[in-house]
């Protein structure tokens, strides 16, 4: 799925909690966007060919309001296995460049 960056989509303004579930193989990454358009990163796994933290740069995190700063208002690591640590994903996420 790619989310064109050229318009707004609709769920920016949605008073509706949305949650977007990734397989990453033997776990699963979640990217939760409150109704107040912020976004909550729970578990930064990976598979291969495939980093959600990838697809939530170029697609999601760009139509998200910023917490205080920063593009996503909070990351999670449910604990400290590789398979929920994307060892390759290590610029931070929400620091992108503008």
């Known amino acids: 799925m790619t989310i ?3 318009e707004t989509p609709a769920w920016t303004k949605s008073e509706v909690t949305h949650i977007f579930v990734f397989n990453v193989g033997r776990g699963l990454c979640a990217f939760i966007r409150t109704p107040t358009n912020h976004g909550i990163l729970y578990d930064i796994g990976t598979v291969d060919g495939f980093t959600p933290t990838d ?8 139509h998200l309001a910023k917490y205080e700063g920063n ?15 994307c060892i390759r994903c290590t610029d931070p996420l929400w620091k992108r460049a503008a």
């Open 71 to 85: 593009d996503l208002a909070q990351v999670v690591i449910s604990h400290p296995h590789l398979d929920h640590i």
């Open 4 to 6: 064109s960056t050229q």
């Open 55 to 62: 697809f939530l740069r170029d697609n999601i995190i760009p």
